[in-house]
């Protein structure tokens, strides 16, 4: 084999650990989304929830474009706590909660359940000791979204194309080596 075609496939496999790891972490992509979706996992508990308090001062649609998926929308609140110099906070409401129930929150006085490690994630609200938004609600909403997500990555393909890519990736590690040896052989051949 020339030389310059043998520099090829050497860089070319030189790359074949990224499949190799690919497979494993697509597997645990699979068993961490089903795990997700399985008991209580895909939400919080109502006990480990923060409660924030203070009139909404205003209430936004925001839209996230990413490169890769698609364009996220949810609605933000921003409530000011009753507790003087506090600052202002921004909830998150999720989208599929009707737009004029988000705007009917403006000016009044809330009570919200919030998960303050996922971006200050609204769970309840409640107006004047009215549920707006219920935590069962919200609840059934994140178990769908996480069972959802677990059957598009459990199905058979994508543990096919997970073993796939590990067999290709070693394979490629294996002639990476193989490759640099018959190298290394060649130049100590031709010093």
Not at 22 to 48: F, N, Q, T
Not at 147 to 161: D, E, I, M, P, R
Not at 163 to 172: F, K, P, Q, S, W
Request: no cysteine; hydrophobic share 40%; aromatic share 8%.
């Amino acid at each position: 084999m020339p030389g310059f075609v043998r520099k090829i496939l050497i860089f070319i496999t030189g790359y074949a650990w990224l499949l190799l790891l690919a497979g494993p972490g697509l597997i645990g992509l699979s068993v961490y989304s089903g795990w997700k979706a399985e008991g209580d996992h895909a939400y919080v508990a109502r006990e480990s929830l923060q409660t924030v308090s203070g009139t909404v001062t205003q209430a936004a649609e925001v839209t996230v474009k990413r490169k890769r998926r698609a364009t996220k929308k949810y609605y933000e609140i921003s409530v000011q706590p009753d507790t003087a110099g506090a600052e202002v906070r921004k909830l998150r409401i999720d989208y599929s909660t009707p737009q004029q129930l988000v705007g009917n929150l403006i000016d009044e006085k809330v009570t919200a359940l919030v998960d303050s490690s996922d971006h200050d994630l609204v769970y309840e609200v409640s107006a004047g000791g009215t549920p707006v938004i219920s935590y069962d609600t919200t609840k059934q909403r994140l178990q769908a979204e996480a069972t959802s997500s677990a059957q598009s990555f459990s199905g058979a393909g994508t543990w096919v194309l997970a073993i796939l890519l590990t067999l290709v990736g070693a394979a490629g590690v294996w002639s990476n080596r193989k490759l640099r040896a018959a190298d290394e052989a060649q130049q100590l051949a031709a010093a």
